[in-house]
C-alpha cells in the first residue's frame, strides 16, 4: 500500500506539464533600514493569533522550513543570534483553503432522427449538449507567508509569499525539496531593494 503524505501538501505545491504553479510575490515597507539589517532571531511567538496556521500543527515542517530560512539567510550574510538584541525577527505562518472553479458545461449527446428540408430527405445525426449546467471542480490552495519584523519598532517590514495547488507526495525527501525550492524563491526577494 503507498503511503501517502499529506503533511505539508500546501508547500509542496503542484507542478503541471513542467511548470511550477505556484507564485511568490513579497512586499515592503519602504521606511525600514534594511541596508542596516546583520543579525536576526526567530519569532517566539510562532503562529500566537493565527487560527488556522498548519505549521503550528506541524513541528516537523516548520523545523524543516526554519533550516531552510537559516540557510537562505545565512548565504546573504545574516547572522542567527539566539540571545542578545538583533536587528529583525522572522516568523513563518502556512494555511490551506479549499477553492473552487467554475467553468462551461462539460460533455455532450446525440440524438437521430429523419428529416424532409429543402426537398431532401435524409437520416441525420444531432449532436446537443445534454448538461446545461457548468463544470464544478475544487481543489485546495496552499500559502506560505514568512514575515520579517522590524526589532526596533516592531513592525511588519517585509512579507514573502508563496500560493499554489496542493499536491501529495510519496515521500518526504521529495516533499523537502519542494519545501526547500520555495523558500529559497521567497527569500530570494529578500532584502528587498528600497526604492
Excluded at 511548470?19 to 541596508?35: A, E, I, K, L, Q
Excluded at 490551506?96 to 431532401?120: A, K, L, Q, T
Excluded at 437520416?123 to 449538449?129: K, S
Amino acid at each position: 500500500m503507498r503511503t501517502r503524505y499529506w503533511i505539508f501538501s500546501m508547500i509542496a505545491l503542484l507542478t503541471l506539464a513542467g511548470c511550477s504553479s505556484y507564485t511568490v510575490v513579497s512586499d515592503y515597507d519602504r521606511s525600514m533600514p534594511f541596508g542596516h539589517y546583520k543579525t536576526y532571531r526567530w519569532s517566539g511567538e510562532g503562529s500566537a493569533g493565527i487560527s488556522d496556521d498548519i505549521l503550528a500543527r506541524n513541528p516537523l515542517i516548520f523545523k524543516h522550513i526554519k533550516s531552510a530560512v537559516d540557510r537562505e539567510l545565512a548565504a546573504k550574510g545574516f547572522v542567527l543570534k539566539e540571545s542578545g538584541p538583533v536587528d529583525f525577527t522572522v516568523s513563518p505562518h502556512a494555511r490551506v483553503r479549499e477553492r473552487v472553479v467554475i467553468g462551461p458545461p462539460i460533455g455532450f449527446g446525440y440524438s437521430s432522427g429523419y428529416y424532409h428540408r429543402w426537398g431532401r430527405r435524409g437520416y441525420t445525426t444531432i449532436w446537443y449538449d445534454p448538461y446545461p449546467y457548468p463544470a464544478v471542480s475544487y481543489y485546495e490552495e496552499g500559502t506560505l507567508i514568512i514575515d520579517v519584523i522590524d526589532s526596533k519598532s516592531n513592525d511588519l517590514a517585509w512579507s514573502g509569499i508563496a500560493r499554489g495547488l496542493l499536491r501529495d507526495f510519496n515521500s518526504f525527501e521529495r516533499m523537502n525539496r519542494e519545501i526547500d525550492e520555495v523558500v529559497a524563491k521567497i527569500m530570494a526577494q529578500f532584502p528587498p531593494v528600497v526604492r
